[in-house]
């Protein structure tokens, strides 16, 4: 399993989806989302180089011998707090919604994670992954299906990953986030920019408008375009920065009746960047929900 795991994505494109699909469900694990190593692959790929006189910290798998070859559970210190991943040499997978099975506590959903904390190399060594045979049997069968495109039939939209930035590239609307048989309901899944509009905190017009922009490409991939009714629409309703950034993404039109691409447009992903850091106090307020909704649907199950 840990060489499939590893096998290049750029030849073997339904291996980002498999990556997914294996560790969800895991034993605490509820919902992880899966990047690529390289900008060519994943336009949102881990950083990595140089860190003035040292280099950045990655989650690529030590030069030693382990217990799943290439497969390297781990944590790393990033601005916005500790990310539990797990790393490969093609991949690194996000773990954005877990909780303990030794203690009563809220689980944790989101980018980060501090109630697992692997700060070390014998942390690392010492973790075993124990997969979810439905989640296994699941990504095999993805296995033969190179043209892949999706993870799930329902709720295609709670497959975007969580970001906030790249919005011009294609790889930004990749349906790479997958959740265990406990946790695929909507309510159970960690909110993202995609999916606000849908939450009761989500009455924002710029919420609305990364919704609109994810149907948008998902529906019609590269060739995607935006109106500017919509926009202009979307910006008499709202107030504050946001009415301000959906002024600004107005004046990108060429002219009133020409439609906008969305991908590879820069300035408009450089205005959705910013309109995403606006709307992250309201995602975490949401995520709140999602932990108390994911601990009922486990009191339920187990």
Request: with cysteine.
């Amino acid at each position: 399993m840990c060489k499939l795991l590893n096998q290049d994505w750029e030849f073997h494109p339904q291996m980002r989806y498999f990556t997914a699909k294996i560790f969800s469900g895991a034993i605490m694990v509820n919902t992880v989302e899966s990047y690529g190593r390289t900008k060519h692959v994943d336009g949102h790929r881990e950083a990595f180089g140089r860190l003035k006189d040292t280099v950045v910290d990655t989650s690529l798998p030590p030069p030693i011998d382990t217990k799943y070859p290439d497969v390297w559970p781990n944590s790393l210190q990033h601005a916005d707090g500790t990310k539990l991943l797990i790393g490969t040499q093609v991949s690194n997978v996000l773990i954005t919604s877990s909780m303990r099975l030794d203690a009563r506590v809220k689980p944790y959903v989101g980018s980060t994670n501090a109630s697992f904390r692997l700060s070390s190399t014998v942390d690392s060594l010492c973790t075993r992954i124990y997969l979810d045979s439905v989640c296994l049997e699941e990504a095999l069968a993805i296995l033969e299906s190179p043209n892949t495109s999706c993870l799930s039939s329902f709720n295609m939209m709670y497959q975007l990953q969580q970001i906030r930035s790249k919005f011009a590239t294609p790889s930004a609307y990749a349906l790479c986030r997958s959740s265990g048989p406990i946790t695929r309901a909507h309510v159970c899944q960690p909110c993202t920019v995609f999916t606000l509009a849908d939450n009761n905190r989500g009455n924002n017009p710029g919420a609305t408008l990364f919704r609109t922009i994810g149907v948008l490409v998902l529906k019609h991939g590269n060739a995607a375009r935006l109106q500017k009714r919509t926009v202009e629409e979307l910006a008499s309703l709202a107030t504050g920065k946001i009415k301000e950034l959906l002024f600004a993404i107005c004046r990108l039109f060429p002219s009133a009746d020409e439609d906008m691409v969305i991908i590879n447009n820069e300035q408009l992903g450089k205005h959705l960047s910013t309109m995403a850091d606006l709307l992250m106090p309201s995602i975490a307020i949401a995520n709140d929900t999602v932990a108390l909704q994911v601990s009922r649907t486990f009191d339920f199950a187990v």
